[in-house]
């Protein structure tokens, strides 16, 4: 009996001690009565300034957060947004000042201290303070060494000073954290970084290296281009000029829309090889198998063009510009190509007419009175029942481009 209600009496304290420290979790002394904590985070000020976070009003919500942080100076999740704010106003010491006295306070466990440091981490990454932000994240890996967000942050830091190995190194730690679907994006960014660190070996002359190095990216990732381009350029210099031919193909088969990377280097290394089929051809099949592709077309034409065929240069060069008529490199070459033809009137009549319906039809029209956008010839805007014409709307888009920055 003694022996039942002494572990009675043990239960009863330690539901006791339970609810007591729940209340001090709860609830905090403050200027003689008890706040209640969990009021603070469902406080019209805390859940104003959340909303005014996702509406992407700051300064609102800047406002609105810094009452509730006020109610509850304790509140850390509330500073650390407060400082993120700052930091996204461009009031990086201020955000700096504010996750720094966040690390001053005492029993952080150690995931707070992690996300204070990468908060602190991006402040100082935003202020220029690159090996500050360094450290930070560092840091941020001694207190959880699987945080993907530091390790990011990281490797962009690498990649914007050029330390490729360093930046290749965190890749393989994400990689590695990474689930199975989410390998071949991890594949293709160390591809990437393969390649820059080929090219850095190339600037060293190490070209053995390099080549190393490209085939390594394009074993991570088949639809790595630049590391094919590369590949067949280093290829080429060491005079194996087959073997560039056909690797700079294989772009070609992976990526026909990139295709016209290819262009120059085949065509030049065909005029060395005194092959004067090989490119011609490979610009019909490309042509056949895309009918829309344009930069074929052009590339063609400008091979006629300097190989004294100017008519059927232009043939396909004013095919090109149906497909898009806003390039200004088919516009210079069918100049070219007009003035070795001695400007024949039939021909400028052509070119000029497929200049002016391509411009018809494929400008976006402007309301001079609202500004919506629409692609008729004689129009009235739906939206306030202007009639719009295109002498009008050009006016307008010339007035306009003398008041755009770029």
Known sequence: MNESLTLLAVLVALLLGLAAGKAWERYKLREGSWVDRRKVRESPHYILGLNFLVSNQLDLAIEELTTAADIDADALEIQLILGNLFREKGQVTRAIQMHQQLLQRPKLTKLEQAYVLLCLGLDFRRGGFVDRALEAFTEVLRFDGDNQYALLNLEKLHEEQQQWHEAYAIRQR?????????????????????????????????????????????????????????????????????????????????????????????????????????????????????????????????????????????????????????????????????????????????????????????????????????????????????????????????????????
Request: proline share 4%; charged share 25%; aromatic share 8%.
């Open 174 to 406: 994400l990689a590695a954290l990474a689930d199975d679907a989410q390998k071949p994006k991890h594949q293709a960014i160390l591809a990437f970084l393969e390649t820059q660190l080929g090219l850095q070996a190339l600037a060293r002359s190490e070209r053995a290296t390099a080549v190393s190095r490209f085939e390594s990216a394009i074993d991570l990732d088949t639809g790595a281009v630049p590391a094919y381009l590369n590949l067949g350029d280093v290829q080429r210099r060491e005079g194996r000029l087959d073997e560039a031919i056909a690797t700079w193909t294989q772009v070609i088969r992976i990526a026909p829309e990139r295709a016209y990377l290819v262009f120059d280097r085949i065509e030049a290394v065909s005029h060395e090889q005194g092959d004067t089929e090989r490119f011609p051809a490979l610009c019909h099949r490309l042509i056949d198998a895309n009918p829309q592709d344009w930069r074929a077309r052009l590339a063609l034409g400008r091979y006629l063009a300097t190989r004294d065929q100017p008519s059927e240069a232009l043939d396909l060069l004013l095919d090109s510009l149906v497909h898009n008529p806003h390039a200004l490199s088919i516009h210079q070459v069918i100049w070219q190509a007009l003035v070795a033809l001695g400007f024949n009137e039939a021909r400028v009549q052509r070119y000029m007419e497929i200049t002016r319906e391509a411009v018809f039809y494929l400008d976006p029209h402007i309301c001079m009175r609202c500004r919506y956008r629409s692609t008729e010839l004689l129009w009235q805007c739906p939206q306030c029942h202007e009639w719009n014409t295109f002498v009008e709307e050009r006016i307008t888009a010339a007035e306009e481009s003398k008041n755009d920055p770029h």
